[in-house]
């Protein structure tokens, strides 16, 4: 079993930036990449990003390129989201969740967080 525990979200305005944090715990040495989702009211859960543990290799949806960067800390197992430029479709609860195999990028993971509130005002 793996435990996700995610923390930083809150209120910010447009424009402004929160960094998300997932630390791990557990089983961790299974755990081949590290993703990040997010789901707005009335929405399917979306991905955002995602990293591998090898090579740090990361990716990222479209919308959120160039304003969004995924890192981890190994010494630390924990991952992060820092979320620049940010935009009222940006509000969400953003999930982190890990598997033991890399492919799908964006989908079929197994663990998964309890979710934290991202809420951007206009």
């Known amino acids: 079993q793996v435990q996700l525990v995610e923390s930083g979200g809150g209120l910010v305005q447009a424009g402004g930036s929160l960094r998300l944090s997932c630390a791990a715990s557990?089983?961790?040495?299974?755990?081949?990449?590290m993703g990040w989702f997010r789901q707005a009211p009335g929405k399917e859960r979306d991905f955002v990003a995602a990293i591998r543990w090898s090579d740090s290799y990361t990716y990222y949806v479209n919308s959120v390129k160039g304003r969004f960067t995924i890192s981890r800390d190994n010494a630390k197992n924990t991952v992060y989201l820092q979320m620049n430029s940010l935009k009222p479709e940006d509000t969400a609860v953003y999930y982190c969740a890990t598997k033991d195999s890399v492919y799908p990028i964006n989908d079929k993971y197994r663990y998964w967080g309890q979710g934290t509130q991202v809420t951007v005002s206009p």
């Open positions: 557990g089983r961790t040495g299974n755990t081949y990449i």
